[in-house]
């Protein structure tokens, strides 16, 4: 007897170029066999909304402006407090499994990430065994599964959050083993939960993808500008280490299923890190439409001064010397940025828009609009269409002073794209960044690439230096395949739209969506009904 009727097993933001090169090349042979008598094809985002937002968005099947989600700090209605909306439910939509559940199937949902524990569930869930967003912890229902796991199993090997570790060769070999050893581990209770058998849905996500691309990208990548060859040929490329455990633990699990119907996907991408999110603040201020906070009186010159001669100084030290008094400068970034700010820190009596979180890649612009916001300054759809059309020209104006590329890619007007009851909870303005060139980071190596010096007629100049420690940045794109009957070995020309699986499993299962901004995928309902 099959354990499971549907089996999908995520990979967590990994590169889809490089998912099908290494399954070509035979590097990933699970993935290869897998995509030769499968049906294969590429995923696209919810466009603008790539990062915070793309678990939520596959599993409820709406775009954000249905489920209310676009970042894991978002603004909270009718003030200029952020808060975080896993302290108040996380999403305003039901996931699909939940409507599976209550059509009487019998599901198991494992670390999906940024999902929240629902306790009718008829079946088994997981969160954050093993998760890169670290949102709720490790939970499960039944409540006492997740002890199970980890006295049966043990914790995942890497316990801390990934943004925190160090930086020598000695620290990423380490990091590389933890995510590799998680991947085995993670295998092995799927595994042990699968041969429990009757499964309408099974589900897990390997995160450990997820991890290794934002701290390693420089390492497997040479063209990057953070790039240590030094480092990189004593560690190997731990993108490939990690992809190789994943495709190994597929290969056990789509064994073990047996003649289940098997997806595999990365739901959105990762190359290298880019953008000018540490910008937007000043540029908005220097055009004249924010206004900065009155500064407290400090003495910041001896420090900034420091900081600049400790730079100069360890662009000097040689690479042992780095080694050794790397670990202290790590905990002191860490400390300082082992995430973007998140404070409004701007006069929102004084501006017309301010910054919104909505992740690095693709940042937002939110309007101070009268009548919405407690101290709003554009009264009226005219002005505030009039003020986001000149903002757009003055954004896409701006170059990157070095590459002479423009800084900007495109910007688009939220309400344009999408429409729902949250629709006021996103940001007005999505600014994309233009992703040709890579930027460095001064928490990495030397700090080369990680100044920006944005330039327009109207801004002038406007500089800002990146210390966020992550090499890679996600990309919109993804993949996806399915074995089974009907799917030999053929590829779709078309993308499909993540919102479309939510309502395909539903279909697929006997199970109804109340609202969906998908469809069900045709190529799919045919080959596997």
Same mark, same amino acid.
């Given at each position: 007897m099959t354990p499971a009727n549907v089996l999908v097993l995520a990979i967590d933001a990994a590169s889809p170029a490089l998912l099908e090169e290494w399954a070509a090349d035979g590097t990933l042979p699970n993935l290869r066999g897998l995509m030769a008598r499968g049906l294969v094809g590429r995923t696209r985002n919810v466009d603008g909304f790539c990062i915070g937002s793309t678990w939520p968005s596959w599993y409820t099947g709406v775009t954000p402006a249905r489920h209310g989600l676009h970042y894991l700090v978002q603004l909270r209605p009718g003030t200029y407090e952020l808060y975080r909306p896993a302290t108040e439910g996380l999403v305003k939509r039901d996931a699909f499994w939940s409507h599976l559940s209550r059509a009487g199937r019998r599901v198991a949902v494992l670390d999906v990430p940024v999902s929240a524990i629902d306790r009718s569930l008829n079946g088994v869930q997981t969160v954050e065994w093993g998760g890169h967003d670290a949102v709720f912890g490790t939970q499960s229902h039944p409540a006492n599964l997740a002890g199970r796991i980890v006295s049966t199993f043990g914790a995942h090997p890497l316990n801390t959050p990934c943004d925190e570790i160090g930086r020598t060769a000695k620290d990423y070999r380490s990091f590389v083993a933890n995510l590799v050893a998680g991947v085995r581990s993670k295998t092995d209770w799927t595994l042990d939960l699968l041969g429990q058998g009757g499964w309408d849905f099974f589900a897990q996500v390997f995160t450990e993808a997820h991890c290794a691309g934002h701290q390693c990208w420089h390492l497997h990548d040479r063209t990057h500008p953070a790039h240590d060859?030094?480092?990189?040929?004593?560690?190997?490329?731990?993108?490939?280490?990690?992809?190789?455990?994943?495709?190994?633990?597929? +290969?056990?699990? %789509?064994?073990?299923?047996?003649?289940?119907?098997?997806? %595999?996907?990365?739901?959105?991408?990762?190359? =290298?890190?880019?953008?000018?999110?540490?910008?937007?603040?000043?540029? *908005?201020?220097?055009?004249?439409?924010?206004?900065?906070?009155?500064?407290?009186?400090?003495?910041?010159?001896?420090?900034?001064?420091?900081?600049?001669?400790?730079?100069?100084? &360890?662009?000097? *030290?040689?690479?042992?010397?780095?080694?050794?008094?790397?670990?202290?400068?790590?905990?002191?970034?860490?400390?300082?940025?082992?995430?973007?700010?998140?404070?409004?820190?701007?006069?929102?009596?004084?501006?017309?828009?301010?910054?919104?979180?909505?992740?690095?890649?693709?940042?937002?612009?939110?309007?101070?609009?009268?009548?919405?916001?407690?101290?709003?300054?554009? $009264?009226?759809?005219?002005?505030?269409?009039?003020?986001?059309?000149?903002?757009?020209?003055?954004? *896409?104006?701006?170059?990157?002073? =070095?590459?002479?590329?423009?800084?900007?890619?495109?910007?688009?007007?939220?309400?344009? =794209? #999408?429409?729902?009851?949250?629709?006021?909870?996103?940001?007005?303005?999505?600014?994309?960044?233009?992703?040709?060139?890579?930027?460095?980071?001064?928490?990495?190596?030397?700090?080369?690439?990680?100044? %920006?010096?944005?330039?327009? /007629?109207?801004?002038?100049? %406007?500089?800002?230096?990146?210390? #966020? @420690?992550?090499?890679?940045?996600?990309?919109?794109? @993804?993949?996806?395949?399915?074995?089974?009957? +009907?799917?030999?070995?053929?590829?779709?020309? $078309?993308?499909?739209?993540?919102?479309?699986?939510?309502?395909?499993?539903?279909?697929?299962?006997?199970?109804?969506?109340?609202?969906?901004?998908?469809? /069900?995928?045709?190529? *799919?309902? $045919?080959? &596997?009904?």
């Open positions: 060859s030094l480092v990189a040929k004593e560690v190997g490329d731990p993108l490939r280490s990690v992809l190789q455990a994943i495709d190994a633990g597929i +290969g056990r699990i %789509v064994e073990k299923a047996g003649g289940a119907r098997v997806m %595999v996907l990365s739901l959105h991408g990762m190359s =290298h890190a880019f953008g000018a999110h540490f910008l937007l603040r000043d540029v *908005l201020i220097q055009l004249g439409v924010t206004r900065p906070l009155p500064k407290a009186p400090q003495a910041t010159g001896f420090a900034s001064a420091a900081t600049d001669g400790l730079r100069a100084v &360890w662009r000097q *030290l040689p690479h042992a010397v780095r080694d050794r008094v790397a670990p202290i400068r790590d905990r002191f970034h860490a400390r300082r940025a082992s995430s973007p700010a998140i404070r409004l820190d701007v006069d929102t009596t004084q501006s017309q828009c301010f910054p919104h979180n909505n992740g690095l890649a693709v940042a937002g612009v939110r309007l101070n609009l009268a009548g919405r916001e407690p101290q709003g300054m554009l $009264d009226g759809e005219l002005a505030a269409q009039a003020f986001e059309d000149q903002l757009s020209r003055d954004l *896409l104006d701006i170059i990157d002073e =070095h590459s002479r590329r423009p800084l900007v890619k495109r910007v688009l007007r939220t309400r344009d =794209h #999408y429409s729902g009851e949250h629709l006021n909870l996103l940001p007005d303005l999505l600014i994309e960044w233009n992703d040709a060139v890579a930027i460095g980071s001064t928490s990495i190596g030397d700090g080369k690439a990680a100044t %920006v010096r944005a330039v327009s /007629p109207k801004i002038g100049v %406007v500089t800002g230096t990146n210390s #966020y @420690g992550r090499t890679g940045e996600h990309r919109p794109d @993804g993949l996806f395949l399915a074995t089974g009957p +009907g799917t030999s070995g053929r590829s779709l020309s $078309d993308s499909v739209s993540i919102l479309d699986f939510a309502p395909t499993f539903a279909t697929l299962l006997g199970a109804t969506l109340p609202e969906s901004d998908g469809a /069900p995928i045709p190529a *799919l309902i $045919d080959a &596997w009904r």
